[in-house]
């Protein structure tokens, strides 16, 4: 499945396919920054599977480095997918996920229709 763009509520919103290349360093965020503004998105949503184990562990710094720069760039960042198992295994990542999900800037859902809800 190719990425794809919709326009939902007042805002752009970039979907990336589930297949291809993780984030596996905080460079690989420019990757995904660069397609989004090509597409004069303002969100840009990753599904979980383009993720790798490191970015769901706190002490790699990875997910901080690479939310840092979506923020940098005020682009909502959202994670799609099932996180639960990782949540469940780290407090500190539960924490997180919780606060993220209370702010503007980065969100951690479970689907893209609860995505949907959300921005409209």
């Not at 396919?17 to 460079?27: F, H, N, R, T, V």
């Not at 970015?55 to 720069?69: C, H, M, W, Y």
């Not at 960042?77 to 702010?103: K, Q």
């Amino acid at each position: 499945m190719a990425d794809r763009v919709e326009d939902i509520g007042h805002r752009r919103v970039i979907f990336f396919s589930a297949e291809g290349a993780p984030i596996a360093a905080s460079g690989d965020a420019n990757d995904f920054l660069s397609e989004t503004w090509a597409q004069k998105a303002t969100v840009a949503v990753l599904p979980v599977s383009r993720l790798t184990p490191d970015f769901l562990q706190l002490s790699t710094r990875l997910a901080g480095e690479v939310i840092q720069k979506f923020v940098n760039y005020q682009v909502l960042f959202v994670i799609v997918g099932d996180t639960s198992a990782a949540a469940a295994s780290s407090g500190a990542l539960r924490d997180f996920i919780y606060e993220s999900n209370r702010g503007k800037s980065v969100w951690f859902l479970e689907s893209e229709t609860a995505l949907r809800e959300r921005l409209r």
